[in-house]
């Protein structure tokens, strides 16, 4: 099985040949399947992998998904399956793994959980980041093919072909290892409509707004989700006056080239220049297209501050805004966002939406609290970071989503009491009555290693704290690796 065209090219290279090749960044692959033993390691390359690291590998990604609970409870098989990358560090290396069922009508709930695991070392896990797309797009094919072939050869085949591809992948790339990934987030957007005081808003730099003057040229910060994390985070908020905007038109290739999230940004109260806004919509769009950038887009309906709901003509305006950002955008991935300086949790939520695009990590975290959620009969879970920014959430309807929209102004005052409440030592604020008198809100404290996260629950008001606290040492556990590699 060593016919890829990668091989003609170098004309069949001796297993210790490949070995010192580049390419031998891809360190394992495994296939793990739950089966009557437990998670197990059915199909390995190496074929001398340790035997107990292959044990490893397959316990913590198949019960990383599944908790302590068997998944096999009757669920579909469809639709359930995740992209995750975790660290192993007793084996020093990095796993991007894929969760999916393989349907087995002799199995409990017809279906047995199984992960498909690429491992390379900790200290390349760059190139994970670097090539997620493609690298999706072929595991996923090869779960495929592992759910429709139930002979073991078959499987080890296509495990085989997997190897190859995989090969002959890193093979082409030219050097690619940089330490740290690099994220660049762009502001776009008319002069005035608010994107420096967005950036300063998301920051709680409120003094700032008030001397914010237009941005010259371009203004680059870093963001940081947490104190460590994988990627170089840059925020380039660009200057909206005509002449900058002409400058970054004209030279998009430096500005547009590489771009992994793009915010844009509509002044609703400036109603004689919207048409002039959609015109820059659709001219970055086709500069994007002509230079096949497809990152996702926050579109930030802005100044839609909080006494302005309800107004007719904002609601015009809001319409004539939509079409136009839908027109001609089918090949991207946009959501609109009405954001106001004066209503802090609509900046919170977009730009939080906007950075969870970013994670490689966002299904598994979602998969997390979906399980605390069930335990704990909650009907939604955000979880936030120490600054405040939205790492994941869970709501099992809408209306239990917008629940956190409305205890909104609710929850930032306690926030904002947050560090004095860490030194209080109490982990958690029950309040209730916010919106329905059968339910309350939890806001509670959760220390994953050195950080400090915040979980608000939204649940029945008979539910029991005890069972939250319960099951919170299993859910921070779980956190601890997702955290290393959310970004
Ligand atoms: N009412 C209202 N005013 C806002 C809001 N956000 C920003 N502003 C005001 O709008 C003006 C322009 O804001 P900036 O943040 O400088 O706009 P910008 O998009 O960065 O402008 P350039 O740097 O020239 O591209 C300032 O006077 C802000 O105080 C908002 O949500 N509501
Ligand atoms: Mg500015």
Same mark, same amino acid.
């Given at each position: 099985?060593?016919?890829?065209?990668?091989?003609?090219?170098?004309?069949?290279?001796?297993?210790?040949?490949?070995?010192?090749?580049?390419?031998?960044?891809?360190?394992?692959?495994?296939?793990?399947?739950?089966?009557?033993?437990?998670?197990?390691?059915?199909?390995?390359?190496?074929?001398?992998?340790?035997?107990?690291?292959?044990?490893?590998?397959?316990?913590?990604?198949?019960?990383?998904?599944?908790?302590?609970?068997?998944?096999?409870?009757?669920?579909?098989?469809?639709?359930?399956?995740?992209?995750?990358?975790?660290? %192993?560090?007793?084996?020093?290396?990095?796993?991007?793994?894929?969760? %999916?069922?393989?349907?087995?009508?002799?199995?409990?709930?017809?279906?047995?959980?199984?992960?498909?695991?690429?491992?390379?070392?900790?200290?390349?896990?760059?190139?994970?980041?670097?090539?997620?797309?493609?690298?999706?797009?072929?595991?996923?094919?090869?779960?495929?093919?592992?759910?429709?072939?139930?002979?073991?050869?078959?499987?080890?085949?296509?495990?085989?072909?997997?190897?190859?591809?995989?090969?002959?992948?890193?093979?082409?790339?030219?050097?690619?290892?940089?330490?740290?990934?690099?994220?660049?987030?762009?502001?776009?957007?008319?002069?005035?409509?608010?994107?420096?005081?967005?950036?300063?808003?998301?920051?709680?730099?409120?003094?700032?707004?008030?001397?914010?003057?237009?941005?010259?040229?371009?203004?680059?910060?870093?963001?940081?989700?947490?104190?460590?994390?994988?990627?170089?985070?840059?925020?380039?908020?660009?200057?909206?006056?005509?002449?900058?905007?002409?400058?970054?038109?004209?030279?998009?290739?430096?500005?547009?080239?590489?771009?992994?999230?793009?915010?844009?940004?509509?002044?609703?109260?400036d109603v004689d220049r919207i048409h002039e806004a959609l015109d820059l919509f659709r001219t970055i769009l086709n500069s994007l297209i002509e230079l096949e950038?497809?990152?996702?887009?926050?579109?930030?309906?802005?100044?839609?501050?909080?006494?302005?709901?309800?107004?007719?003509?904002?609601?015009?305006?809001?319409?004539?805004?939509?079409?136009?950002?839908?027109?001609?955008?089918?090949?991207?991935?946009?959501?609109?966002?009405?954001?106001?300086?004066?209503?802090?949790?609509?900046?919170?939520?977009?730009?939080?939406y906007g950075l969870s695009q970013l994670s490689t990590n966002r299904e598994l975290f979602r998969n997390q609290l979906k399980k605390f959620a069930k335990k704990?009969?909650?009907?939604?879970?955000?979880?936030?970071?120490?600054?405040?920014?939205?790492?994941?959430?869970?709501s099992k309807t809408d209306i239990s989503g917008k629940v956190f929209e409305i205890s909104a102004p609710h929850f930032q005052s306690l926030y904002k009491n %947050?560090?004095?409440?860490?030194?209080?030592?109490?982990?958690?604020?029950?309040?209730?009555?916010?919106?329905?008198?059968?339910?309350?809100?939890? %806001?509670?404290?959760?220390?994953?290693?050195?950080?400090?996260?915040?979980?608000?629950?939204?649940?029945?008001?008979?539910?029991?704290?005890?069972?939250?606290?319960?099951?919170?040492?299993?859910?921070?556990?779980?956190?601890?690796?997702?955290?290393?590699?959310?970004?």
């Amino acid at each position: 099985m060593t016919n890829t065209k990668a091989n003609h090219k170098k004309g069949k290279p001796t297993e210790e040949e490949t070995s010192d090749l580049k390419s031998n960044i891809i360190k394992a692959i495994v296939l793990s399947i739950f089966d009557e033993n437990g998670p197990s390691p059915h199909i390995f390359w190496p074929k001398n992998l340790d035997e107990s690291a292959g044990l490893l590998i397959a316990m913590k990604t198949i019960s990383l998904l599944m908790g302590d609970s068997t998944y096999q409870n009757g669920e579909t098989t469809e639709g359930v399956n995740y992209f995750g990358i975790l660290p %192993f560090p007793d084996l020093k290396l990095n796993g991007l793994t894929y969760f %999916f069922l393989i349907p087995d009508v002799k199995a409990r709930g017809k279906a047995l959980a199984a992960t498909i695991t690429v491992l390379i070392n900790e200290n390349d896990r760059v190139f994970f980041y670097e090539n997620m797309k493609y690298l999706r797009i072929i595991i996923d094919k090869t779960a495929n093919l592992i759910q429709l072939n139930k002979e073991h050869n078959e499987r080890e085949n296509i495990i085989e072909d997997l190897r190859e591809e995989l090969f002959e992948f890193t093979m082409e790339l030219k050097d690619p290892f940089s330490t740290r990934r690099q994220i660049k987030i762009l502001l776009t957007g008319l002069d005035k409509a608010g994107k420096t005081s967005f950036v300063h808003g998301i920051r709680r730099k409120y003094s700032e707004i008030i001397k914010a003057l237009p941005t010259k040229g371009v203004e680059r910060t870093e963001e940081n989700i947490f104190e460590e994390q994988n990627s170089l985070i840059s925020v380039w908020d660009l200057g909206g006056q005509k002449k900058y905007r002409e400058r970054f038109l004209e030279q998009s290739k430096i500005y547009l080239y590489n771009i992994d999230l793009m915010f844009f940004f509509i002044d609703i109260q400036d109603v004689d220049r919207i048409h002039e806004a959609l015109d820059l919509f659709r001219t970055i769009l086709n500069s994007l297209i002509e230079l096949e950038e497809f990152p996702p887009i926050v579109s930030c309906v802005h100044k839609f501050d909080p006494d302005l709901k309800g107004s007719k003509d904002i609601f015009k305006s809001l319409e004539i805004i939509a079409d136009g950002i839908k027109e001609n955008s089918e090949r991207f991935f946009i959501k609109i966002f009405q954001t106001s300086i004066f209503d802090h949790w609509s900046l919170i939520t977009a730009y939080s939406y906007g950075l969870s695009q970013l994670s490689t990590n966002r299904e598994l975290f979602r998969n997390q609290l979906k399980k605390f959620a069930k335990k704990t009969n909650s009907d939604a879970i955000l979880l936030l970071n120490e600054n405040g920014i939205i790492l994941s959430s869970f709501s099992k309807t809408d209306i239990s989503g917008k629940v956190f929209e409305i205890s909104a102004p609710h929850f930032q005052s306690l926030y904002k009491n %947050f560090k004095e409440y860490k030194l209080l030592e109490q982990d958690f604020i029950v309040t209730s009555g916010i919106t329905d008198e059968s339910k309350k809100v939890i %806001f509670q404290k959760i220390k994953v290693e050195k950080y400090n996260l915040y979980l608000l629950l939204f649940l029945e008001k008979s539910s029991e704290i005890e069972k939250i606290e319960k099951n919170l040492p299993d859910f921070s556990k779980n956190l601890v690796d997702l955290i290393h590699t959310y970004i």
